[in-house]
């Protein structure tokens, strides 16, 4: 039974991950009286926001909402000066956080755990750590992110390239001078966006290696002012139930109530006009059925291809850079700065990879079919495993010796995205099945972590050793999934959502699109009936 029986080399709660939800996971456990350790590959906390350093990087969920609600005193004592907070301050803000609460006492560095075994005899996990150090623990948290398994594509002759090499999901610590320097990028996501105006501002040339354009509304970004912070701060506890209690999102936005084919065609473009204006990804919320009908969806993408051509100079880079086989916002929509305008200077080319594909990285550079590249630096924004890649990497077998890769080779299958069938007291935080990456991932985060702990607690209570979800809740859970997912448009785009980034992965959608406030619900509804779908013993 858990309880205080942990001692150095047999946990109540193994975390693996130090991010926003091992932190929280710490702090909640402890206050509960737990034993618990959490264990991160880095060198410090902050999980996406350690690794994702790359110039420009920032949030793309406004600071005032982008941050814990658990402690009232917590979210009134910070204060953000953005309105999209860099990479820096988020980073500042998780070991303000740290700090306050103590828990880096409980979190061990520069260690990666390659396996997790569970024993049922003795009912518990033993993590295997890269040094071969092994830790016991009654509970296992995996609280390794959605977007945390960053990956280089595979090209020919990628180790032959000699210059310098650099990867926006693993940035380096050591500041980086691309002064001058000629710089290849390939990826134009959500990363390469935000970081691409930064450096065609230092750098002597930018290539830029688009294979498929991305939709992208302005961030509209600026200092803080003192009334919009008092506005959130005087007002945070309604704010923050209202965002987990009545979004889909997570995030309060101006929502919309009407469909964008009852508006005239001047209203929309006024509409969409005043949101575009306003910066963030408030756009998308300007109507009702912007992702769900197709015609709908087309009014907000023809208004982007539009806001392009206007901007951009050239009118062939403006069609390249024009998204027109998949619906808007079926990938994650981006949130930039100056992005498009950026095409306009002189030292920066876009080359079209899609017409005409990358064969090979040279020692210099990069050859396509019909041309030589020649640069000195060399950056991947080529994105994540998503959703399953942090957990596919971990060898994680339960009581019969079955391992999840197996069990999800044919796409993650987890009741509530919390916990998967046939391994007994593994949570997973944000997982698939969840809403995580289509929300405000810490408000999905906060509502994860006290579910579990508040289950682990109520295990202590009731004197139950093991938590396992029933087969059946599984299926049925994974079925809904599928099924709300298969209502919207969300599923015609080849993205990250899908797997569709990664060769051979399953084509899935992966998060939970039903929204944050009915996956609440379904969750508060499982807990009153004494953790419906769940079996104890
Ligand atoms: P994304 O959004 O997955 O973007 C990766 C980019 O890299 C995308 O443009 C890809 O093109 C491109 N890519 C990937 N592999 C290749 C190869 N082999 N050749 C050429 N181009 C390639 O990752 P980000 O890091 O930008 O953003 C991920 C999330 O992090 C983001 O949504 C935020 O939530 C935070 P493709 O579209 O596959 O043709």
């Known amino acids: 039974m858990p309880g205080s029986s942990g001692t150095e080399d047999r946990l109540d709660v193994a975390v693996v991950g130090a991010g926003f939800s091992g932190l929280y996971l710490i702090h909640r456990l402890r206050k509960l009286g737990f034993s618990v350790r959490a264990f991160d590959s880095a060198g410090d906390i902050g999980g996406t926001w350690y690794w994702n350093r790359y110039p420009g990087a920032r949030c793309d969920v406004e600071s005032m909402q982008y941050s814990y609600s658990f402690d009232e005193d917590l979210q009134r004592d910070w204060n953000w000066s953005e309105r999209f907070a860099t990479q820096p301050e988020i980073l500042a803000y998780a070991q303000h956080v740290a700090e306050r609460f103590d828990l880096k006492r409980d979190i061990r560095f520069n260690t990666t755990i390659a396996a997790a075994h569970y024993d049922e005899a003795a009912q518990l996990w033993t993590l295997m750590t890269d040094k071969g150090e092994a830790i016991e623990a009654r509970f296992c948290v995996m609280a390794t992110g959605c977007l945390s398994a960053a990956r280089d594509p595979e090209i020919k002759g990628a180790a032959r390239f000699a210059g310098a090499v650099y990867r926006t999901g693993n940035w380096p610590h050591e500041p980086v001078d691309l002064s001058g320097k000629r710089v290849g990028v390939i990826g134009t996501g959500s990363s390469a966006i935000q970081a691409i105006p930064e450096i065609a501002r230092q750098a002597g040339h930018l290539f830029v290696f688009q294979r498929t354009p991305n939709f992208s509304v302005p961030a509209k970004n600026a200092p803080l002012t003192p009334d919009y912070v008092a506005s959130w701060k005087d007002d945070y506890p309604a704010l923050r139930k209202r965002a987990r209690e009545e979004t889909r999102s997570g995030t309060i936005y101006e929502f919309a109530v009407k469909s964008a084919l009852e508006a005239t065609p001047e209203e929309r473009e006024a509409e969409y006009q005043r949101r575009w204006d306003k910066g963030g990804a408030n756009f998308m919320h300007a109507y009702t059925d912007l992702v769900v009908d197709e015609r709908a969806s ?169 938590i396992d979800p029933a087969q059946e809740a599984e299926d049925r859970w994974v079925a809904h999934v599928g099924e709300v997912a298969g209502g919207t448009l969300l599923p015609k785009a080849a993205s990250w959502y899908m797997g569709a980034n990664i060769p051979g992965k399953p084509r899935v959608f992966m998060p939970y699109v039903g929204g944050v406030d009915r996956y609440r619900r379904a969750c508060n509804d499982i807990v009153a009936k004494g953790y419906e779908g769940f079996t104890f013993a």
Request: aromatic share 8%; hydrophobic share 40%; net charge neutral.
């Open 298 to 466: 087309e009014t907000a993408a023809e208004f982007v291809r539009r806001k392009i051509r206007a901007v951009v100079k050239d009118a062939r880079t403006a069609e390249l850079l024009s998204p027109k086989d998949y619906p808007i916002f079926t990938k994650r929509i981006c949130v930039d700065t100056d992005y498009y305008a950026t095409f306009n200077c002189a030292n920066v080319t876009l080359v079209d990879i899609r017409r005409d594909p990358i064969q090979e990285i040279t020692p210099t550079g990069l050859r396509t079919g019909a041309q030589d590249f020649d640069f000195d630096v060399l950056v991947y924004a080529t994105g994540f495993d998503a959703m399953t890649g942090a957990l596919d990497r971990i060898d994680i077998r339960g009581p019969d010796g079955r391992d999840l890769r197996s069990k999800w080779a044919h796409g993650p299958r987890a009741y509530l995205g919390l916990m998967s069938a046939g391994f007994p007291n593994l949570f997973i935080v944000t997982g698939p099945g969840s809403p995580s990456v289509l929300s405000n991932v810490i408000t999905s985060i906060e509502q994860h972590v006290e579910f579990i702990t508040d289950c682990i607690d109520h295990m202590r209570a009731k004197g139950l050793a093991r």
